[in-house]
């Protein structure tokens, strides 16, 4: 998916960059040859803190540095705290993309779905105000694009 809009998603995003994990530039323990890593040892470096450490007190540990209940989840949701083994991608960006494009993917016969809604006020020149409203949805081919 291109774009993931829901509410929450500016502080969603505003995690990733607080723990560092929208980081282009290439990161050693990231290299596609080095030893297995999963989500959870990532996080552990990431945080300083080594990979034994209780599955709470690391939650806590992230909470202290986003500051937001809601986007800790939101980092848990994505499976960025999981036992599963991470496809390295030499960046933190690259990593966390590939993770969240094959995390993320539609499954046979789904397909997406745009819904916008644009809300205007029109002042005429008697001065009376009338508002108006233009839809547009869309679904997307679940065979193709």
Not at 37 to 44: A, E, G, R, V
Not at 83 to 98: F, Q
Not at 111 to 120: A, G, K, N, P, V
């Amino acid at each position: 998916r291109g774009t993931l809009r829901y509410k929450g998603y500016v502080e969603a995003i505003k995690g990733l960059v607080k723990l560092g994990l929208l980081d282009p530039n290439p990161n050693p323990v990231l290299h596609e040859n080095g030893p297995a890593l999963s989500w959870k040892q990532y996080m552990c470096q990431l945080t300083n803190q080594t990979d034994s450490i209780f599955y709470d007190n690391l939650k806590e540990i992230l909470l202290d540095r986003l500051e937001d209940e809601k986007t800790l989840k939101c980092i848990e949701d994505m499976g960025l705290l999981s036992d599963e083994p991470i496809n390295k991608a030499r960046s933190p960006l690259d990593t966390v993309s590939l993770h969240l494009a094959n995390r993320l993917s539609y499954n046979k016969h789904e397909r997406d779905m745009i819904l916008m809604r644009h809300e205007i006020t029109v002042r005429w020149p008697d001065g009376r105000r009338e508002l108006k409203g233009i839809n547009m949805v869309h679904y997307g081919d679940p065979e193709g694009y």
